[in-house]
């Protein structure tokens, strides 16, 4: 149900832009997440936002770079990513939590899109 696109393969320092599209019977009214999943590695809560957009929240590594926002009337939510760096290579992940708030824990998110990989090289 969830379709995550915009990723791809760009140099360090470069810039995507993935979306997450959603129904909206699904996310309109819900907490969004972006996760990641790098080879050998466990998924990881990247950016988290609540139903309205008005709260958000981001790991430490990626503060500063990513920007989580979401587009009601599209029923879309985005990942702003600048900056790139070579550890941020990993398969991206958008999911619908189960209430209205934001959740940093994987275990609060249903819905899953199917990923979309980001490729950052030095």
């Known amino acids: 149900q969830l379709q995550a696109s915009g990723g791809g393969s760009v140099q360090a320092g470069g810039s995507l832009r993935l979306s997450c599209a959603c129904p909206?019977?699904?996310?309109?009214?819900?907490?969004m997440g972006w996760f990641r999943q790098a080879p050998g590695k466990e998924r990881e809560l990247v950016a988290a936002?609540?139903?309205?957009?008005?709260?958000?929240t981001y790991i430490d590594s990626v503060k500063g770079r990513f920007t989580i926002s979401r587009d009601k009337s599209k029923n879309t939510v985005y990942l702003q990513m600048d900056s790139l760096k070579p550890e941020d290579t990993a398969v991206y992940y958008c999911?619908?939590?189960?209430?209205?708030?934001?959740?940093?824990?994987?275990?609060?998110?249903?819905?899953w899109g199917q990923g979309t990989q980001v490729t950052v090289s030095s």
């Open positions: 909206r019977r699904t996310c309109s009214n819900n907490g």
């Open positions: 936002i609540n139903w309205n957009g008005g709260s958000t």
């Open positions: 999911a619908a939590g189960r209430g209205s708030f934001l959740s940093t824990r994987i275990a609060s998110y249903d819905y």
